[in-house]
């Protein structure tokens, strides 16, 4: 266990407790080391792991379907088609709705290994994941479709007037 983690921790269970508690996630593992750690979430269709890499100065949420009622393993390799995404990380939400790629992928940056910046880190993919994952996680088949679609083809498209509700 590391210091560094467990300012991580208490910074994920203070920021995303309104997420958890609006769709109904509850806490279900966690893991702190001193190259990363994480937070995994689970309702009764999803789940939602929030984690930090130290190395590479970056925290991300992902938010996938459970398989048989429990959380898979972290995937490995990318998927090849939409079909086969089991997990869609926070900025693809953020790049689907606003188009800008760089920004969205570097929402869970920061530059120093200090509780303050990874509390904010930890904030910024809260804020971003509130902002741009409410129809994903509430269940949207069609939103999980756009979301799996740009994860695999790296190809971002406008919504389309029937996208947008």
Same mark, same amino acid.
């Given at each position: 266990?590391?210091?560094?983690?467990?300012?991580?921790?208490?910074?994920?269970?203070?920021?995303?407790?309104?997420?958890?508690?609006?769709?109904?996630f509850?806490?279900? $593992?966690?893991?702190?080391?001193?190259?990363?750690?994480?937070?995994v979430?689970k309702?009764?269709?999803h789940?939602?792991?929030?984690?930090?890499?130290?190395?590479?100065? &970056? =925290?991300?949420?992902?938010? $996938?379907?459970?398989?048989?009622?429990l =959380? %898979?393993?972290?995937?490995?390799? %990318?998927?090849?088609?939409?079909?086969?995404?089991?997990?869609?990380?926070?900025?693809?939400?953020?790049?689907?709705?606003?188009?800008?790629?760089?920004?969205?992928?570097? =929402?869970?940056?920061?530059?120093?290994? &200090?509780?303050?910046?990874? $509390?904010?880190?930890?904030?910024?993919?809260?804020?971003?994941?509130?902002?741009?994952?409410?129809?994903?996680?509430? $269940?949207?088949?069609?939103?999980?479709?756009r979301?799996?679609?740009?994860?695999?083809?790296?190809?971002?498209?406008?919504?389309?007037?029937?996208?947008?509700?």
């Amino acid at each position: 266990m590391s210091a560094l983690g467990s300012s991580f921790l208490a910074a994920v269970r203070k920021e995303f407790a309104s997420t958890f508690h609006r769709f109904g996630f509850v806490e279900v $593992g966690q893991e702190n080391n001193l190259n990363f750690a994480t937070v995994v979430a689970k309702n009764d269709s999803h789940y939602l792991r929030i984690g930090s890499d130290f190395r590479d100065r &970056t =925290v991300y949420a992902s938010f $996938g379907r459970l398989a048989e009622g429990l =959380v %898979p393993a972290f995937p490995i390799a %990318p998927s090849r088609t939409p079909e086969d995404v089991r997990e869609i990380p926070d900025a693809i939400l953020t790049w689907l709705a606003t188009g800008e790629r760089e920004a969205a992928f570097e =929402v869970g940056l920061y530059s120093q290994e &200090t509780s303050e910046e990874i $509390g904010a880190a930890v904030h910024r993919v809260a804020q971003t994941l509130d902002t741009f994952g409410k129809r994903l996680l509430a $269940g949207d088949a069609e939103e999980w479709r756009r979301a799996a679609e740009l994860t695999v083809t790296r190809k971002w498209r406008p919504m389309s007037p029937s996208d947008s509700r």
